[in-house]
């Protein structure tokens, strides 16, 4: 099991930056995948970038230059620097853990973003 505990979120302007945290409750080497989704209101939830244990990163095409995934193994915590943020990038923004097949996924509680314009 893991727990994921999101923060960073909050109140932006349109064209500024936020860098959002997710910290893992054991190393993210452990981890398969870890991503950032994001939910706005009447939409379904979207992958945002993922990273894997490897450092392979992947990036929803809609935000490739963007905003960017990263990780700090020694704090166990994967980022997410978002840039020229936009209304349309409004939206709860949960961090995800994939273990594989026997391990599970776990979802954080999530943080909410605000852009705006």
């Known amino acids: 099991q893991v727990q994921v505990v999101e923060s960073g979120g909050g109140l932006v302007q349109a064209g500024g930056s936020l860098r959002l945290s997710c910290a893992a409750s054991?190393?993210?080497?452990?981890?398969?995948?870890m991503g950032w989704y994001r939910q706005a209101p009447g939409k379904q939830r979207e992958l945002v970038a993922s990273?894997?244990?490897?450092?392979?990163?992947n990036y929803a095409d809609s935000l490739k230059g963007r905003f960017a995934i990263s990780r700090s193994i020694g704090k166990n915590t994967v980022y997410l620097q978002m840039n020229s943020l936009t209304a349309d990038d409004t939206a709860v923004y949960y961090c995800?853990?994939?273990?594989?097949?026997?391990?599970?996924?776990?979802w954080g509680q999530g943080t909410q973003v605000t852009v705006s314009s």
């Open positions: 990273i894997t244990s490897g450092g392979s990163t």
């Open positions: 054991r190393s993210i080497f452990s981890i398969n995948i």
């Open positions: 995800h853990a994939d273990l594989g097949i026997r391990g599970g996924e776990y």
